[in-house]
């Protein structure tokens, strides 16, 4: 072995078979042959969320800094401190102009891949994940869609497991439509295997 | 008043529903005292000041009538099919436990319990962390009763089982016995696995550091009480070493260097040899027998515990060894199931089998999950080099901050304290290094790793339920990713199976190949 670093070397143990054929149902996307992006929508709600956030954040930081600065200029010892203040303005844009700016970034770092096996599911944009749910391991699935969802027209697939720390795996950010017919997908391939059997 | 009127109204239906032992009530009652009352006491004489602590003993009170109205409230009946358990005073909870889901019947019994023939027993069965049913406590009768109840729905399903599986066998999934129940009935063979004699439990208790802990609970309790515990200890204890000298101020410092380091070696055995006590009597009499598909276990001398643990329920299989149980040959077994984690009494937290020596893992591997066993077992793959290179440069650069902050705050004497902090981070990072390992058997993920202690976690792919790849934005500058592996035993951090820093291309393959596995082989609860 010249060099056990490097993947190639591994590839004897690589070796199990997964049939690939796969029953493609008629008019559905399912499954997805390429790990696909979730709809350019995923933006304009995420960004509506956080916006919502930093409003939550300024209203409760706000009086935060008024009792702040009226109690430091009463007391002439921490007077300078009153300046302090100046940070809650400088954290609420901050917040504000990363909410604008990184939905984009997360968003185009997102991908799904559905076949036959199983979930893959890609995110992260400094701390990168890919997380695979196999099939036979999705006990029960669920499709949740909150307020600002559904303005969009997205909605959550989640998948739980009998794992532990992915007991709920999530995949945020589908159109509806898609969401069901994942549902749907999973449900029928993967009925046999994916409920235990019970007695 | 109360109670005499439900206890004339039990016996009406005393065939139908029963209640907890009497003693439940002595018992219940005694817990509470224990857990106010001597607190209370022990601050009263020991404390100087804080009395106010006396009036959370008059919590007891309260605590002991919930005793007594939970214990009146509590009954359980023993049905054809299921186990019906009724109690509480308010919300009326009524709860049906199918005898077939019942997966362990757990038994705890201390030496009072044992004085009047009770036991504390808790029904496991697969769902979530805790008991199905706790009952605490009742008599081995009852226990007896209940126990041929399920023992004998078990092997009737056994048996049913069995006649589905001739219908299995054509199916194409691939099913290992440790997913699905195999021919249990058939299979009533009594195995001893492992007995542990009395040397084996000295070198347990030589190597545990069980009294420690209780020597620091002392060492707190004296501190908290404002006894002053130096001039305590010079006082009695340093003056029976240095009863030759009249006066300490006259020894040299060398000979006084001498005297406290030989009196804290002094220290380290006897609190050592207590551990070794409390050890033989934890695992007193420690046996593990399998009985068909199921293993049983039982232990202690003073609290004994035990219990049943269906094979098909472990999810995953560890092997853990300090540096002198390597050096002699020995490690301990450790197996997770889906019901009872880490952190709970009973087989959680203990060690499957505490003990064993070297030759004696295969048998009990074959034993305990015959599919993982392999006959010609593969080597183990590395992790790459450079990750040892980024471990070495973390180990040097980390104690070199920490302590340039430390001597910057206090005295540049700390800096002598580096060249330690070097030798044993280097050392560490190197060993660790040379211990990793992963390999994909025909059945299975083995992982190995860790130093100062090593352990073996293996998982067969159906219990795999995810696979996760993990990047830092610092991880891509090396090239290297983690792979987290989920199963339903959780996180426990007994027996790790996450592969940190691999090449981040083997990593990816790693993820692929293990989802491949898993997949392929369908999972099963009980």
Excluded: C
Aim: net charge positive; aromatic share 10%; glycine share 6%.
């Amino acid at each position: 072995m010249a060099n056990p670093e490097s993947p190639e070397d591994f590839a004897p143990i690589f070796n199990t078979v997964i049939s690939q054929t796969d029953p493609k149902t008629e008019g559905s996307q399912f499954p997805t042959r390429k790990a696909t992006k979730l709809p350019k929508e995923w933006i304009p709600a995420k960004r509506m969320s956080s916006a919502i956030g930093v409003l939550v954040f300024a209203a409760m930081l706000i009086p935060v800094a008024v009792i702040f600065w009226s109690f430091a200029s009463d007391n002439a010892d921490v007077g300078a401190w009153k300046w302090g203040v100046l940070f809650a303005p400088l954290l609420i844009v901050t917040r504000a102009v990363l909410g604008w700016i990184w939905p984009p970034l997360d968003w185009a770092r997102r991908r799904y891949r559905v076949d036959a096996t199983g979930v893959e599911i890609k995110r992260g944009v400094l701390h990168r994940r890919v997380i695979t749910v196999p099939r036979t391991r999705i006990q029960h699935t669920e499709v949740t869609q909150g307020p600002l969802q559904r303005h969009f027209g997205l909605a959550t697939f989640v998948m739980h497991t009998a794992g532990s720390a992915s007991h709920e795996v999530r995949l945020d950010g589908l159109e509806s439509d898609t969401a069901y017919a994942l549902r749907d997908y999973l449900l029928n391939e993967g009925h046999e295997e994916s409920v235990p059997d019970e007695d | 008043m109360k109670g005499t009127k439900k206890a004339s109204q039990m016996k009406t239906d005393a065939d139908e529903f029963h209640r907890l032992h009497p003693s439940s009530l002595i018992f219940g009652i005694g817990g509470q005292a224990k857990s106010y009352i001597v607190p209370g006491l022990a601050v009263f004489f020991l404390a100087s000041d804080n009395r106010w602590e006396l009036f959370a003993m008059l919590l007891f009170l309260p605590s002991a009538a919930w005793v007594v109205v939970r214990f009146l409230s509590f009954r359980y009946r023993l049905a054809e099919f299921e186990l019906i358990t009724k109690s509480g005073i308010f919300n009326r909870v009524e709860r049906h436990i199918p005898y077939a889901r019942i997966q362990n019947i757990n038994l705890v019994q201390n030496p009072f319990h044992r004085m009047v023939r009770v036991a504390k027993v808790q029904l496991e069965t697969a769902s979530g962390e805790d008991p199905e049913a706790e009952m605490n406590v009742l008599g081995l009768d009852q226990v007896a009763a209940i126990r041929s109840r399920v023992f004998a729905h078990k092997q009737a399903q056994d048996s049913k089982t069995e006649s589905d599986q001739a219908q299995l066998a054509t199916e194409p999934v691939a099913a290992s016995s440790l997913t699905t129940p195999t021919s249990t009935s058939s299979d009533e063979s009594v195995d001893t696995l492992v007995k542990l004699s009395l040397g084996d439990l000295l070198f347990m208790g030589l190597l545990s550091n069980a009294a420690f802990a209780a020597f620091a609970a002392a060492f707190g309790l004296a501190a908290q009480s404002g006894v002053d515990y130096e001039q305590w200890i010079a006082d009695h204890v340093m003056s029976l070493i240095d009863h030759g000298w009249e006066d300490r101020s006259e020894m040299s410092p060398w000979q006084k260097g001498f005297l406290y380091s030989a009196f804290g070696i002094f220290g380290f055995i006897i609190l050592k040899l207590l551990s070794a006590i409390l050890i033989v009597f934890r695992y007193g009499g420690f046996q593990l027998v399998k009985h068909g598909d199921d293993l049983r276990f039982q232990f202690g001398l003073t609290t004994r515990r035990s219990g049943t643990i269906p094979r098909r329920r472990i999810q995953v299989l560890g092997r853990r060894a300090g540096l002198i149980q390597r050096y002699f040959g020995r490690f301990e077994l450790r197996a997770q199931t889906a019901g009872a984690n880490d952190g709970k009494e009973g087989i959680g937290r203990t060690p499957l089998v505490p003990l064993a020596k070297e030759p004696e893992f295969r048998p009990l591997l074959q034993a305990l999950a015959p599919d993982l066993v392999v006959e010609q077992p593969a080597p183990f793959k590395p992790a790459p080099k450079r990750r040892r290179r980024r471990q070495l440069r973390k180990r040097i650069i980390l104690p070199l901050f920490l302590v340039a902050a430390v001597a910057w705050w206090s005295t540049p004497w700390v800096m002598l304290a580096l060249p330690v902090l070097w030798f044993f981070g280097v050392l560490q990072a190197i060993m660790q290094h040379r211990n990793f390992g992963w390999k994909l058997e025909d059945a299975g993920l083995w992982v190995r790793q860790g130093w100062p202690r090593v352990t073996t976690g293996i998982v067969p792919y159906s219990r795999i339920q995810t696979i996760e790849v993990q990047q830092s934005y610092f991880d891509r500058r090396w090239r290297l990713a983690s792979v987290y592996v989920d199963t339903a035993a959780g996180g426990g951090a007994s027996i790790p199976l996450t592969m940190d820093e691999l090449d981040e291309r083997t990593a990816d393959a790693l993820r692929k190949e293990l989802h491949a596995r898993a997949a392929a082989e369908k999972f099963v609860w009980n």
